[in-house]
C-alpha cells in the first residue's frame, strides 16, 4: 500500500479501513475518513500522515543543543 499512496501524496492523510484494506487520501483527516465511510459504512479506520510517525503534535519542540 505504501507504494501506492507516497508518490506525490506527503504530508497529506490516507485513511485505511484496517479491516478491508481500502484507503481514502486527502489533505483532510475529515474528508479522508468520510469518503472512506461512504464506501465501507462500517469501517474501522486507522489515519496517518504520510511521511510522517505522527498525525498530529502537541506542545511545543525541543531546541537542539548547539
Known amino acids: 500500500m505504501r507504494s501506492q ?3 506525490d501524496n506527503h504530508g497529506k492523510i490516507v ?8 484507503f481514502e487520501v486527502d489533505a483532510s483527516e ?3 475518513c468520510d469518503r472512506l465511510e461512504a464506501r465501507y459504512p462500517d469501517a474501522q479506520i486507522w489515519i496517518v500522515r ?3 510517525r ?3 503534535r502537541f ?3 525541543t531546541k537542539k543543543a548547539v
Request: charged content about 20%; overall charge negative.
Open 59 to 61: 506542545g511545543g519542540r
Open 30 to 32: 475529515i474528508a479522508a
Open 15 to 22: 485513511a485505511i479501513d484496517i479491516e478491508t484494506g481500502a
Open 54 to 56: 505522527h498525525v498530529r
Open 5 to 7: 499512496v507516497e508518490a
Open 50 to 52: 504520510i511521511g510522517s
